[in-house]
């Protein structure tokens, strides 16, 4: 690999064409160079990008992957056919872990059951989810990347929870209609656990964050 080229610049091309998030170890594998120096200029890019004048993009670490994304002011401008499409398979659990957030993993497990845990690894590989360890089991919540797809306006996990309710209100939804409307799994509203009462949900949050 040439030396008369920026790191910074090679690591803007590699996650610029494939399109998806990508770790450091994947970085390194694609240049060669050692962790150091790839955390160093992915930093450095991120602070370059940022002071772009009206750059439409930038450069996020989700859940330890490294993804270029278009800004959040400028979702709601974006056409529905340009947005990344998410297997249908996934949007029960993701709507449901917007609505409840923070939620335990083991919570969402009790809800649509043991498929969770393959739904939380793929929603996070796609860097639309932040699963962090709490005790034994993963406390999850919405990333940018989320926000962006579904045309929030807010970026916040917090603030993002409450529009999805809002949105499901409006729908007259609760979060297990919500759920059983978004599957292609043709499940039942019974098959998901009813959703947890205002109060537990206020107290959970409220813990989340402590």
Same mark, same amino acid.
């Given at each position: 690999m040439s030396d008369s080229v920026e790191l910074s610049t090679i690591l803007e091309a590699i996650l610029f064409s494939a399109g998806r998030s990508m770790t450091v170890e994947e970085l390194i594998e694609q240049t060669g160079k050692t962790r150091s120096e790839v955390s160093g200029a992915l930093e450095n890019?991120?602070?370059t990008i940022k002071r !772009? &004048? *009206?750059?439409?993009?930038?450069?996020?670490?989700?859940?330890?992957?490294?993804i270029f994304e278009v800004r959040p002011t400028l979702s709601s401008h974006l056409p529905k056919s340009v947005r990344p499409d998410v297997p249908a398979r996934l949007l029960p659990a993701a709507a449901l872990i917007a609505y409840h957030q923070p939620m335990k993993q083991a919570q969402l497990v009790d809800m649509i059951g043991p498929k969770a845990y393959d739904r939380v690894?793929?929603?996070?590989?796609?860097?639309?989810?932040?699963? !962090? &360890? *709490?005790?034994?089991t993963r406390r999850l919540t919405t990333t940018r990347r989320f926000a962006e797809y579904f045309g929030?306006?807010?970026v916040e996990y917090q603030k993002v929870r409450e529009w999805f309710r809002a949105e499901a209100g409006k729908a007259g939804l609760t979060s297990a209609q919500l759920a059983a409307s978004l599957s292609?799994?043709?499940?039942?509203?019974?098959e998901f656990s009813e959703a947890p009462?205002?109060?537990?949900?206020?107290?959970?949050?409220?813990?989340g964050d402590e």
């Amino acid at each position: 690999m040439s030396d008369s080229v920026e790191l910074s610049t090679i690591l803007e091309a590699i996650l610029f064409s494939a399109g998806r998030s990508m770790t450091v170890e994947e970085l390194i594998e694609q240049t060669g160079k050692t962790r150091s120096e790839v955390s160093g200029a992915l930093e450095n890019l991120r602070a370059t990008i940022k002071r !772009r &004048r *009206d750059s439409a993009l930038q450069l996020t670490e989700v859940a330890g992957r490294w993804i270029f994304e278009v800004r959040p002011t400028l979702s709601s401008h974006l056409p529905k056919s340009v947005r990344p499409d998410v297997p249908a398979r996934l949007l029960p659990a993701a709507a449901l872990i917007a609505y409840h957030q923070p939620m335990k993993q083991a919570q969402l497990v009790d809800m649509i059951g043991p498929k969770a845990y393959d739904r939380v690894r793929e929603l996070a590989g796609l860097g639309f989810i932040d699963r !962090r &360890r *709490d005790g034994l089991t993963r406390r999850l919540t919405t990333t940018r990347r989320f926000a962006e797809y579904f045309g929030c306006p807010e970026v916040e996990y917090q603030k993002v929870r409450e529009w999805f309710r809002a949105e499901a209100g409006k729908a007259g939804l609760t979060s297990a209609q919500l759920a059983a409307s978004l599957s292609d799994e043709q499940m039942t509203i019974e098959e998901f656990s009813e959703a947890p009462s205002e109060e537990a949900l206020a107290m959970e949050a409220a813990q989340g964050d402590e």
